[in-house]
């Protein structure tokens, strides 16, 4: 039987239901309004900032995504540190690392006798090393929590699809559970079913996701073990997807949503009144890809870039999960380092020094002493300013030391009382005028605004527009924001990676195919969709005569309505522009979705060639517009 989450509640096996702390036993507190946190999920907000580290298989063939039929002997990092990676995790803020303890290809990264595909039988120590474990034992070392992902689709298990896989993919959850610690989250990844090697029967395996996986007992076995462990999951149990790999939560972005499957939509934004408190987690890669890739050295997200993100993701209550994909040596790229360094650094200067220090506060109504305006002053967040049960609508003033230039406004809803305001506008009062600051939907976790300039205010003024029960606010900090250091971008430093400085567009489906060619994935091809029988060309002409193994493509990293990579490809070459030799084809796997760079040899490995001719006949998603960002190539089969 599968249960969905409220018989699941209902059955007593979500312990994670429950609101977290028995609501405060003073008397007099408000009660709790519509779904609340359980206390996992309290500790989890609390990590604000985490990171992803995806390293495999992958990170050794240049592929997103494995096929599951690579040999373990291709993963060997010749210089893996754990230390660096946690280090540099740590240098940006973070507070927790969560590992691909095995991808989509299978590959486990710990020593487990559930599998031969694992690193017993990688070059890695000589199969006696252990990269789960080491990169745990370093995160704990350095005071970050730790956490794993695990995929469970498994393109290299024969049993896929079949009961006996799920067998397999418990007990990998029970030692994970079980060997490493206490994990702070447990993320289970939505791309489920499709080809793969599949223990050589190499076919496609649909499966219906919510039968075969069984959901709510996955989740049960995780907490059985592991009771503070949130689970990233595709059932509503405790974290949810953002709907996007860009980084970039709604604007509001409500915890709650309704108990019903995951729609992508609602994931972005959440919905106001949800019966299941399911909060966001904020994910995106600090490079293109969430492998490493060298050809992606020159495309590292800025310091400034990241700064976006913060606002994007933290800034709307919602949990940050950077990605920092080691190289082939096992860390962290330099040039990664530096950024995430100017980025940390920047975060903590700029959260200093809370600038309310010495304020005095006031409310247009408070509900006695114990919840007084003074509340959201006291740095604790678990003392709160409330009103009486009627006033949903209220106000509170800060009277401010003079002085004080703040471009920084962060609030914070006391989350164990669930979701209050729905609306609210920050006012300031500056040189004997009133003026509005800003105006939101949603508090949540917390709220940072920033202003596009500093504000020298004499009083600053919260007002509660809007709300389903009276507002528990337990803080209002003000702060003044300090820029990172500008780190500046580097070139790849691979001579494999061939230049398309030469390169130009002979003839194509639409104009404007001169910005596949300019290395900027900011500046987008677009065509009408292909239809039946009528695909989308380009033909580009590199100049010269040159060593050619491969292309790759970039697809759009905006998210752009009404257009969509396109699903598959077919490339053909030319040494005159005239005769014509086919060079491959096939599906370019997630693309839709990760929106990274696809490296496509050519079949039958590199040739001299001077034109490329590239035919898209389908989008990835249904869409009115074929958008492709970039086109380059390479010399060395990936
Ligand atoms: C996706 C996966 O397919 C990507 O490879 C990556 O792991 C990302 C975080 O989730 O669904
Ligand atoms: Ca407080």
Known sequence: MTLDRRTLIASGLAASAMPALPVRAQVGAPKPWGATPSKRQLAWHRHEQYAFVHFSINTFT????????????????????????????????????????KHHDGFCLWPTMLTEHCIRNSPYKNGKGDIVGE?????????????????????????????????????????LCTRYGELFEFWFDGANGGDGYYGGARETRRIDAPSYYNWPSIIALVHQYQPMACTFDPLGAEIRWVGNEDGIAGDPCWPTMPNHPYVQSEGNSGVRGGALWWPAETNTSIRPGWFYHSDEDSKVRSPENLIRYFD?????????????????????????AKILKSFGDAIRASFATDLTKGAVAHASSERGSAFAAAKVLDGNRETYWTTPDDVTTASLVLDLPPGRPFDLIRIREHLPLGIRVTKFAVDAEVGGTWQELAVHEC?????????PKPVTARRLQL???????????????????????????????DPTIL?????????????????????????????????????????????????????????????????????????????????????GGGELPNIAYALSTQRLNFTGGARSVRYLRLSFAETAVPAATLAIAGISAFSRPR
């Open 62 to 101: 240049d592929k997103e995504w494995g096929f599951g039929d690579e040999s373990p002997t291709l993963f060997n990092p010749t210089d893996f540190d754990p230390h660096q990676i946690v280090a540099a995790a740590k240098s940006a803020n973070m507070r927790g690392i969560i590992l691909t303890a």
């Open 135 to 175: 990169l745990e034992q370093a995160a704990r070392r350095a005071g970050l929590s730790f956490g794993v992902y695990l995929s469970p689709w498994d393109r290299n298990h024969p049993e896929y699809g079949r009961p006996a896989y799920i067998d397999y993919f418990r007990k990998q959850i029970v030692e």
């Open 312 to 336: 994007t993701s933290v800034a709307r209550g919602t949990n940050m999960h950077l990605n920092l994909p080691p190289d082939r040596r096992g860390r962290i790229p330099d040039q990664d």
């Open 443 to 451: 508090i949540s976790a917390q709220r940072i605004i920033r202003l």
């Open 463 to 493: 007002r509660i527009v809007e709300g389903t029960a009276c507002p528990a606010i337990s803080e209002v900090a003000l702060f003044r924001s300090v820029a990172p250091v500008p780190v500046p971008a580097i070139i790849s430093s």
């Open 499 to 583: 230049s398309t400085a030469a390169w130009r567009i002979v003839s194509a489906s639409a104009p404007g195919a001169e910005k596949l060619l300019d290395n900027d994935a900011k500046t987008i091809w677009t065509a009408p969709a292909p239809t039946a029988g009528k695909p989308v060309v380009v033909t580009i002409d590199m100049g010269t005569e040159q060593s050619v193994a491969g292309f790759s493509l970039t697809p759009s990293r905006q998210v752009m309505d009404g257009a969509s990579p396109p699903k598959g490809y077919m490339v053909e070459v030319s040494r005159d522009g005239r005769v014509w030799q086919p060079a």
